[in-house]
């Protein structure tokens, strides 16, 4: 089974490493809470297109394609 939700939030992130685009079958992940600026949520939104985003009160949805 492959990893489908990731819940990372309330732990002071500033950042993720780009390895994190490795994980093709994830479904959400939750990053509220933490101090990611909206430049990173750009970068992480590229990374994982397919992913639903949580930052802080904020959903970015999948892209469309």
Not at 30 to 58: C, H, M, V, Y
Request: charged share 35%; proline share 3%; aromatic share 4%.
């Amino acid at each position: 089974t492959q990893l489908q939700l990731l819940d990372l939030s309330h732990n002071k992130l500033t950042r993720l490493p780009k390895e994190i685009a490795a994980l093709k079958e994830l479904k959400k992940l939750d990053l509220r809470g933490n101090r990611i600026s909206l430049t990173e949520q750009k970068k992480i939104a590229k990374w994982l297109p397919e992913t639903e985003l949580l930052f802080d009160s904020k959903v970015v949805k999948k892209s469309k394609k």
